[in-house]
Antibody
């Protein structure tokens, strides 16, 4: 059974960086179009960025541009999200999620498979 | 960016009730609309994609309708296991954005 297994919770100081991992267990990362979504405590879901399956480019939400880097290591089937210059507002649960084309030959995409989430706390 | 507005933000209903949640897009998005269910401490789960198509394994009491800017998620007969927060999300273009969520509780 395929699972997305994320790294453990992190506590960081303001200004530091954090790198969260998402390992495909029981499958291959090449079968996934990995994206990242975060959720601040008691708040809604916010898309950070991910791989565009059409052209292989990495897309980022504007508010994270220049502060986030998404990478993949296919040798270990692991995706990474690195967020730098952390501030208290970055305290959130970070999810990896697969963006899938749900309808053959039609561009209806959805996040059909999610990791369990990684809590990142930013506090001095 | 496309904004997604959900209403109500929370609701309380009895077991067996019909429950409807609304999602409105700030621009027309066709049927590029998905619905997710999130239980406390868990990752979201895809319920419906393309506005009205039920994801495999999702009970048939869930249904979605709408196109353009106005969408609804309906639970035909509320069950205790449906207690969760529900989110809409557009896939029309990036950045993908989510609605603010609707928390469903049992009265």
């Amino acid at each position: 059974q395929v699972q997305l297994v994320q790294s453990e919770a992190e506590v960081k100081k303001p200004g530091a960086s954090v790198k969260v991992s998402c390992k495909v267990s029981g499958g291959s990362l090449t079968e996934f179009s990995m994206h990242w979504v975060r959720q601040a405590p008691g708040k809604g879901l916010e898309w950070i960025g991910g791989l565009d399956p059409e052209d292989g480019e990495t897309l980022y939400a504007e508010e994270f541009q220049g502060r986030v880097i998404l990478t993949e290591d296919t040798s270990t089937d692991t995706a990474f999200m690195e967020l730098s210059n952390l501030r208290s507002e970055d305290t959130a649960v970070y999810f990896c999620a697969n963006l899938r084309d749900m309808v053959i030959n039609r561009p209806f995409q959805a996040f059909d498979f999610w990791g369990q989430g990684t809590m990142v706390i930013v506090s001095s | 960016d496309l904004q997604m507005t959900q209403s109500p933000s929370s609701l309380s209903a009895s077991v067996g009730d019909r429950v409807t949640i609304t999602c409105r897009a700030s621009l027309t998005i066709g049927t590029y609309l998905n619905w997710y269910q999130q239980k406390p401490g868990k990752a979201p789960k895809l319920l419906i994609y393309a506005a009205s198509t039920l994801q495999s394994g999702v009970p048939s009491r869930f249904s979605g309708r709408g196109s353009g800017t106005d969408f609804t998620l309906t639970i035909s007969s509320l069950r205790p296991e449906d207690v969760a927060t529900y989110f809409c999300q557009h896939s029309f273009s990036t950045p993908f954005t989510f609605g603010g969520g609707t928390k469903v509780e049992i009265k």
